[in-house]
């Protein structure tokens, strides 16, 4: 397929999506944005808005999102006209499914970004979060210990480090900060103290959240055509299963299991990333992404010796895909061909579907909504009985 074409089927889709488009009250909005933070994402948006709402807010018994966005709305932190502390949450935390929300919700109602100079959410709040996704299975051991928390049984980091904060054991103080840096592993320790990430975040405070995925080189409109062809080009070539891995890891981005069910090829579904603009000349993180979790690290275009983040693809940070969406490709890639014979068996009976591939079952499984974090914990341990199972017969 030609590179016109491409970029003929982006222009196509803009404009199907603008004459069906449908006014999103600011009610949904919240609703939809509460089902982006269930679960353990609850707890994310919870620690993020520490600094922002009272601590009585925080720790009445709440247990899903709405909660907490409708705490926003009675103190007038969020309206239907300003979402600006949503996007900082959404993007901040990489909740993908959420910023195309906000995203339609705000062209569908004409509702701007305002552009300030101070953010909701501060430096060291966002490099603590970041700190805190990164920490060792041990970290919570450790924290608790250190602090004399072992009492309270806390399950996660999070709830741990909620209690830190309202006892202000733990705060944006050099001190505490080390104290607290020293409990956890390497990785989250380095990101927590890292100097030079802190000062980088305060400079950027005053530069529009949109930009942040851009690429600081100048792309052209004819070199991201060239660019996007190559890939098309690249993932068509590994067929169906390639097909099906791209739709497993889009499909929290794009929301709408039915729109990548219908899509026949890569050119398709990258015609629905450009819809919402979560692809663009300016925002080619989703490329940088997908090549870096399939490790298709000999992908190469003319494109691609003009942009950084490819000449050093295997050290890119992965901004675009959730944690879940990684669980979610993992399990697909550790599954053999018994696995999916198990699981068809498991979760099908008595009508098997027989599945070509891995990455079809995971595609179904997701559409039936049982591939949720607990539920691929309990598939893992299925399997791993099913193998003892099979070693001693």
């Known amino acids: 397929m030609s590179t016109m074409n491409i970029i003929k089927i982006k222009d196509e889709y803009n404009t199907s999506t603008a004459d069906s488009k449908i006014s999103v009250s600011f009610r949904d909005l919240k609703a939809d944005l509460s089902r982006c933070f269930d679960g353990d994402k609850y ?36 309206t239907s006209t300003d979402v600006n502390i949503l996007l900082e949450i959404s993007k901040t935390s990489g909740a993908t499914q959420a910023k195309v929300l906000l995203a339609k919700y705000m062209r569908d109602n004409n509702v701007q970004e305002t552009r300030t100079s101070k953010t ?72 927590l103290l890292d100097k030079g990430n802190s000062k980088k975040e305060n400079e950027n405070e005053t530069e529009s959240l949109s930009q942040e995925c851009e690429p600081s080189e100048d792309l052209s409109m004819d070199d991201f055509r060239l660019l996007i062809a190559d890939f098309v080009r690249w993932f068509d070539a590994g067929g169906f299963q390639s097909l099906n891995i791209l739709k497993v890891l889009f499909i929290e981005m794009l929301g709408d299991i039915e729109e990548l069910k219908r899509a026949n090829g890569t050119t398709e579904l990258l015609a629905l990333l450009m ?11 989703v490329l940088y992404d997908t090549i870096k979790v399939t ?99």
């Open 275 to 285: 819809g919402p603009g979560l692809l663009s000349k300016k925002n080619l993180s």
């Open 295 to 393: 490790e298709q690290y000999t992908f190469e275009s003319s494109i691609t010796k003009k942009l950084h983040p490819f000449k050093n693809i295997r050290e890119h940070e992965v901004v675009s895909f959730s944690q879940h969406t990684i669980s979610i490709f993992d399990l697909g890639k550790s599954l053999s061909d018994q696995d999916i014979k198990d699981l068809d068996g498991r979760y099908n009976f008595p009508i098997r579907r027989m599945y070509i591939d891995a990455w079809s079952l995971i595609l179904h499984f997701e559409d039936r909504g049982l591939l949720s974090e607990h539920n691929i914990a309990y598939i893992k341990n299925f399997l791993n009985k099913k193998k003892k199972i099979n070693k001693v017969d």
């Open 120 to 191: 909701k959410l501060s430096p060291y709040r966002k490099r603590l979060f970041k700190a805190l996704k990164q920490v060792d299975p041990d970290a919570l051991r450790n924290v608790t210990s250190f602090y004399g928390l072992r009492k309270y049984n806390f399950s996660n980091i999070w709830d741990a480090v909620l209690k830190l904060e309202i006892e202000e054991e733990l705060a944006a103080n050099s001190d505490k900060i080390k104290k607290f840096a020293s409990r956890l592993g390497k990785r989250a320790r380095s990101t």
């Open 43 to 78: 707890l994310w948006i919870r620690f993020l808005l520490f600094d922002v709402l009272s601590i009585g807010d925080l720790t009445t018994p709440l247990s899903i999102g709405n909660d907490l966005l409708n705490a926003l709305e009675d103190k007038g932190l969020i």
